[in-house]
């Protein structure tokens, strides 16, 4: 099962859980299995269809370059993390 | 004293060498092409009108002199860009988007700053343009204008877009408010964590708006082709970045515009956003001619895009021992007019310099009367830590403790989970706080007056996509082709890792940055990406040059490819000693055995590996007039590996100088209506050779996992900690503590005054 760390903002739609087990193959079904135990978590963390511009989700340490379509490992660590860009 | 060490893992052939740069006899001989050289038949000059009030509604706008003055060709004001024909309902969830990207080039209903673009008009020449832009009427109802962050915030400051609402993590406020994002994180738990401290210190911290202060300004020359071809000839960081603005905003498709990035004076992140690149185009579709502009020096300062001011709050719990058992801070930082400030980066980036167990933080993204703010170096980075390595000093001397053994006793390293939640592969703050501390400048003795301070910086460093596309002549020459525009002597960088990987010379890779029709998407030259990304994309291309040479061998010598090795250069015969070619003995053999070989790699790589920098300084401050002198500079980075050492020593030594002038003499000066008062070189002082040390460095090498040569990046890490380690320098040498930027004479006299000191 993949780890995903609930960010601190959305642990009020969570009963306070910090981290859950889901069962996916990739963010797209993260998501889903997140709104099924959480209604309401998708809308947070989505923008039409795509993952809101100002959060990037990291997968086992790395930015997931293909967003919702990325996959995730049978034990992933998955993080909804500030986008970074950079200025140099 | 050595003033420059690289003290490296491993050794290569070409890369951690330090060759010539291609470009260097062109731009030290004034031949290198910047944008104002580009003048084509028939140009015509642009110049803009901007808002002389930083907040106002527009209530009209006569153009009709204007365009009736003898050698004006065209004006156009929003009016003229899409978004004026384009309904609410059309747009969707577009719509607001769009209306900022627009307004931004040219504001449609309200001036939000000072120096906001109004309208513009095309002439035959620059004199006609100026003479002429005096004649457009804008009638204004100036509204009351907000330019502090803290006063924007407030739920009676004035609204800056009457319709934005908080987002709190995808949470829609309730009311209009000027802060346009809120994100917070937390680790562990902050209560238990400060419960368990011996010490808890808390305190507030100030930075001003700061400008990057590129040399050459803002320009662009755009052609709109009758067939309907836009081209612009631009300075910038990213052309693709300027191909996808401009498109978005003229509402045609990407590969109508091509973007020829012209040798840049400079960007240090100011140089991603496009200013004047759709005006351009827009009055060149009007006129069927080039249409060209030039910012000055005051339009740089006033529109263009400086670094955010902010305010930061930070508390820390320690033990005894200096082991940390709790940290928080909160950060607010101004975007200017549009949202975008850095605020969540800062957050990323506060406390990644240590490993604790309890930790909260919180960043706000506020709009406000100011130019809208762009990158800056290592964005949000360097105000996060001149908060959080300030109160690290102060209880380093709390508890009589040296802080880099306080550091080092903290530090993060592979493991560490920060606030956020991501967990660090190999990092190297540990060996770069060790080498500080083993450096001849930290066991110096100091003399009476001098005051010595240090600090620690963070940046995550990026990949994102690069392209490249690598030919090889029948001399043997390898032409290298990228997307990457070149600041800071990447040429060079990726050439170097090419020839690494092809065991050829670096003088046998020709690199050129190309414009967007030529090469595949590369985002920008930012973020310290371009030497890992585009150096991995470099790599990649090479790998497949390799490949076809081994598959043309295969071809000569009539045997399965599997049968051939590619050794250092050299494609030979794994069981015959008698067949082997040199690269250029086989490159040779191209034009009979099919042709020439292009090898090509586009990258979208993760694996990017955090930077770190620690700075020492010392200085002196005249007790009579607060002057602050940096009279020793030691800037300590790990660079992964430093592809072209002289190439990192400048960016380290870039870097610290920028942080330098940051520290002590850079703001923005508005006056009670919130105007900006220094908009020239002469009262924005920027710091000179003349008042600086020589930058002492040193690389520190630890591999990067995700780079085949442990390549970092390291553009970024070198501004983060100079104003911290300026400040606790000041405090050594003075006693006085500074919590604002910059720490002017004036403060340092102050704060003098109201110890009692003075």
């Given at each position: 099962m993949a780890k995903i760390f609930i960010p601190t903002m959305l642990q009020s739609l969570t009963a306070g859980a910090k981290q859950v087990d889901v069962e996916a193959r990739n963010v797209r079904q993260v998501i889903e299995q997140l709104e099924v135990l959480y209604p309401g978590i998708k809308d947070r963390l989505v923008e039409d269809g795509q993952i809101r511009p100002n959060l990037a989700i990291a997968i086992d340490g790395d930015i997931a370059i293909m967003g919702m379509l990325e996959k995730v490992g049978e034990n992933s660590e998955v993080h909804f993390v500030p986008a970074i860009g950079g200025g140099r | 004293m050595i003033s420059n060490q690289v003290l490296s893992e491993v050794e290569f052939n070409v890369v951690g060498k330090r060759p010539l740069r291609p470009d260097g006899v062109d731009k030290v001989t004034g031949r290198a092409q910047y944008g104002d050289d580009t003048n084509l038949t028939g140009t015509l000059r642009a110049k803009v009108l901007r808002s002389p009030h930083p907040h106002a509604r527009i209530k009209s706008i006569d153009t009709s002199k204007a365009e009736a003055f003898p050698g004006v060709r065209a004006v156009v004001t929003a009016k003229d860009l899409p978004f004026a024909s384009l309904s609410k309902d059309e747009l969707g969830g577009e719509y607001t988007a769009l209306k900022y990207a627009s307004d931004h080039m040219l504001a449609s209903?309200?001036?939000?700053?000072?120096?906001?673009?109004i309208a513009a008009l095309a002439a035959v020449n620059a004199h006609v343009a100026e003479s002429a832009l005096a004649l457009i009427q804008v009638e204004y109802e100036v509204l009351k204008p907000v330019v502090d962050v803290r006063e924007a915030m407030k739920d009676d400051a004035p609204l800056i877009h009457e319709d934005l609402r908080t987002n709190d993590m995808g949470e829609t406020g309730d009311k209009p408010s000027n802060i346009a994002t809120h994100m917070s994180y937390s680790t562990g738990d902050i209560d238990k964590g400060f419960a368990e401290a011996d010490l808890v210190m808390e305190n507030e911290y100030t930075t001003a708006t700061v400008h990057q202060g590129y040399i050459e300004p803002h320009n662009t020359t755009a052609f709109w082709n009758s067939d309907g071809q836009l081209n612009i000839w631009t300075s910038t960081q990213g052309s693709f970045q300027v191909r996808g603005t401009v498109a978005g905003v003229l509402r045609i498709p990407v590969s109508q515009v091509k973007v020829i990035p012209m040798e840049?004076?400079?960007?240090?992140?100011?140089?991603?956003t496009a200013y004047l690149d759709a005006i351009c185009a827009v009055l060149s579709k009007k006129t069927g001619a080039p249409v060209k502009a030039l910012m000055t020096r005051t339009e740089v300062f006033e529109a263009s895009g400086p670094a955010p001011a902010s305010w930061m709050r930070v508390k820390i719990g320690v033990k005894n021992n200096g082991k940390m058992t709790a940290v928080e801070a909160e950060i607010a930082m101004d975007a200017g007019a549009y949202p975008g400030s850095p605020a969540m980066q800062a957050i990323v980036c506060a406390f990644a310099c240590y490993d604790v167990e309890n930790g909260k933080v919180d960043g706000y993204d506020v709009v406000d009367n100011k130019p809208k703010t762009a990158a800056y170096r290592a964005p949000g980075s360097p105000q996060a830590a001149f908060a959080v390595e300030s109160l690290i000093d102060e209880i380093c001397g709390e508890l009589k403790m040296d802080p880099i053994d306080f550091r080092l006793l903290n530090a993060a390293k592979e493991g560490t989970r920060r606030i956020e939640g991501l967990v660090a592969r190999r990092i190297g703050l540990v060996e770069c706080l060790e080498a500080a501390r083993d450096h001849d400048h930290y066991k110096a003795k100091l003399d009476e007056g001098i005051g010595r301070g240090v600090a620690c910086g963070y940046w995550p460093n990026r990949g994102f996509q690069s392209s490249v596309v690598m030919t090889v002549n029948y001399d043997g020459v390898v032409s290298l082709i990228m997307g990457s525009v070149d600041i800071g002597g990447t040429r060079a960088s990726i050439a170097q890792q090419a020839a690494e990987t092809l065991g050829i010379a670096y003088e046998d890779v020709k690199p050129t940055v190309v414009d967007?029709?030529?090469?595949g998407y590369t985002f920008i030259t930012g973020g310290s990406r371009t030497a890992f990304a585009t150096g991995l994309a470099a790599i990649n291309a090479a790998e497949d040059v390799k490949s076809q040479m081994v598959s043309r061998a295969a071809k000569i010598w009539d045997t399965d490819e599997d049968d051939i090795e590619y050794v250092a250069g050299i494609v030979q015969h794994k069981s015959d000693e008698e067949l082997k070619f040199t690269f250029k003995d086989l490159a040779r053999q191209l034009a009979t055995t099919g042709g020439s070989i292009s090898g090509r790699a586009s990258v979208d790589p993760t694996g990017e590996g955090n930077g770190y920098a620690v700075h020492i300084v010392d200085v002196t401050v005249d007790p009579d007039t607060g002057k602050t002198d940096v009279t020793r500079f030691t800037a300590v980075q790990d660079a992964g590996k430093a592809v072209h050492p002289s190439y990192v020593e400048g960016q380290m030594q870039g870097g610290a100088v920028q942080g330098i002038g940051w520290a002590l003499n850079e703001e923005y000066f508005f006056d009670d209506s919130g105007k900006m008062m220094n908009p020239t070189f002469l009262d924005y002082r920027m710091p000179t050779s003349l008042d600086l040390p020589m930058i002492d460095t040193v690389i520190v090498e630890?591999?990067?996992?995700?780079?085949p040569y442990g390549v970092r990046g390291v553009g970024e890490a070198s501004i983060v900690p100079p104003m911290a380690a300026i400040g606790n320098a000041v405090h050594a040498a003075t006693g006085h503590r500074m919590r604002s930027l910059p720490i002017t004479p004036g403060r340092i006299l102050e704060a003098g005054w109201e110890n009692g000191r003075s």
């Open positions: - | 209903d309200k001036a939000l700053f000072k120096g906001h673009p840049i004076g400079g960007g240090f992140g100011g140089k991603i967007t029709d030529s090469i630890v591999a990067n996992p995700g780079h």
